[in-house]
């Protein structure tokens, strides 16, 4: 038998024909989805199906980023891929690249295309990114008058604090004209002068959100001066307005937390404030009053006044010692004055001539005190202790008188 191929060769095959085929090499295929698993390693295996027929669908892990939503059974979905042959099996596959929901495709591409330009413009740069203020007092809403995220928005800042004010400018935010009734209210809000800028709407389809996917609201938030936050759709919704704004709220009501602050958070936590900066002032208080007083000791210990007392002491003490010792020394010399004089006044002929003595002198002036200095009828002078006597003298006689204290 001639040209016999094996199974594997004939798979192989036809996976090339597969392969060349350019159209088949990037196909969008629009269906319902159908036994749609999600792995454990992180693939995601369904079927797409219409009214006549049925094909195997495969999304790998690594091109999970093209997915934006969570696949449920009985989507309408439009799936970007290439179509191959596992040949394992021998049945062709579609491998799914990117995952949209039917009817957004072409917004979507626009919505792809829009974003890229956007970002090579540095629109989403996050050096342009305004902070949100801590504290504000006014926030501008703008989103539709009615409908559940004005109500969401309003209750909660409410809540949070009755105090902020809530300007909302009511703006078109779905169908013809609601980009630049967006727009608009942006601008206007602006002019106001609040603190903070909400723009957003409830949840929809793609179609329904489109106003804020359009480049000139998208400028229009790059070129405000007030902080903007989107708060578009729901979590899982994600618009060209996210990108651009300062900051981003998955929902209306996580945009009115954001914006505006507790009031009685803010309240305890400036009481807690408060005391901590009193205790931290008396705490500096009472080290800058002892830092103060020890340089008052400091001074007064080295100023001029001190040293004068304390050299004015000295001269005190040194004039007590001087003083002190002069009275001794006029003391020990009085003493000694006193021994002398008394001594003298034994010394003394006055002395003697109380006790009854006399004192002569001879003719020539001389003191007698033996006979042979006198001769007879001589005069001579007697000095007694009230006066003298003028004698002459009669005659002299020699007498040897006792020792005292000899021996007899």
Known sequence: ??????????????????????????????????????????????????????????????SRSGLSFRMQEGQQVIVLGYISVYERDGRYQLYAREIVRDGAGALYEKFEALKKELAEMGMFAPEYKQPIPLYVRTVGIVTAPTGAAVRDIIN???????????????????????????????????????????AGRGGGSMEDLWAFNEECVARAVFECSVPVISAVGHETDTTIIDFVADLRAPTPSAAAELAVYEYRAAREQMVVYRNAMKKAAAVK?????????????????????????????????????????????????????????????????????????????????????????????????????DGRIRARVVSREAFDYPVSGAEE
């Open 156 to 198: 909660i800042a409410k809540r949070r604090n009755p105090f902020v004010q809530l300007i909302l400018y009511p703006a078109l935010v779905q169908g013809e004209g609601a980009a630049q009734s967006i727009v608009r209210g942006i601008q206007a809000l602006e002019k106001q002068g609040v603190d903070v800028i909400i």
């Open 285 to 385: 208080i009472t080290a800058a009053r002892i830092k103060a007083e020890r340089a008052a000791a400091r001074l007064r210990i080295a100023h001029p006044r001190q040293k004068l007392d304390e050299k004015r002491q000295y001269a005190v003490d040194l004039e007590n010692r001087l003083k002190n010792e002069m009275n001794r020394k006029l003391t020990r010399d009085r003493h000694r004055l006193e021994v002398c004089v008394e001594k003298m006044k034994i010394l003394s002929p006055l002395s003697r001539l109380n006790s009854g003595y006399a004192y002569m002198q001879g003719p020539d002036g001389q003191g007698v005190t033996r006979i042979d200095q006198v001769s007879e009828k001589d005069y001579i002078t007697a000095y007694v202790s």
């Open 1 to 62: 038998m001639k040209n016999v191929y094996t199974v594997r060769q004939v798979n192989s095959y036809i996976k090339n024909m597969f392969n060349q085929d350019f159209m088949l090499n990037r196909i969008y295929v629009k269906g319902e989805v159908s036994n749609c698993k999600y792995h454990t390693s992180g693939h995601i295996y369904f079927s797409l199906k219409d009214e006549s027929g049925t094909i195997a669908c495969i999304m790998f892990a690594g």
